[in-house]
């Protein structure tokens, strides 16, 4: 499998994808997960904040099997939250996606927002965080690079404008 960031992501991902953003009820998210397989969709993007990662998990494990697809025929992409910035709360972060998700890997993990709940865009801590948060990712990126234990693939982060780079 190629891991090599960039590359994967663009021989991998799919054009278009499912976004789960606002369906937290169980059932409905079975039923959209189970016609998006059955159209062909191959790319789910979820969120920490949405709170569905452990229904879309569930709704896999069950419907992969069901329409004859395995873990590597799905692009998953979720997003690590404003509030698990830092080297401690984003280590324990990725590990809740993965167990949510029930996966051994993220395809496409992201920094939700670049900054921290609770702090301003100008604090230092933010900054801080961040970089942290930045870290502890490309720190899980090399252990499933080096087979150490398969996480995620690629990091990036959501809603970066040019007007967004000095916040980075």
């Known amino acids: 499998m190629d891991v090599s960031g ?4 663009q021989s991998k991902m799919p054009s278009v ?8 009820n169980e059932q409905t998210i079975f039923s959209v997960i189970d016609a998006a397989l059955e159209c062909g969709y191959r790319f789910i993007d979820t969120a920490q904040i949405y709170g569905n990662e452990p229904a879309i998990g569930r709704a896999l494990k069950e419907l992969l099997p069901k ?8 692009f998953i992409t979720t997003k690590l939250s404003p509030a698990n ?7 324990k972060s990725i590990e809740r996606s993965l ?3 029930q996966v051994d890997y993220i395809d496409l993990l992201i920094i939700h927002w670049p900054g921290a ?3 301003q865009v100008n604090d230092p801590d933010n900054k801080r965080l961040r970089k942290e948060s930045y870290l502890v990712m490309e720190e899980y ?9 398969p996480l995620y693939l690629s990091f990036t982060c959501s809603c970066f404008l040019k007007c967004n780079t000095p916040l980075i």
């Open 6 to 9: 960039r590359n994967y992501v």
């Open 17 to 24: 994808g499912l976004g789960t953003y606002q369906i937290r």
């Open 67 to 74: 329409h004859e697809l395995t873990r590597e025929d799905i």
């Open 85 to 91: 910035q830092g080297r401690l709360a984003a280590g």
């Open 99 to 101: 167990n949510n998700l």
């Open 117 to 119: 709940s609770k702090v």
């Open 141 to 149: 990126y090399i252990r499933m690079c080096l087979n150490i234990r």
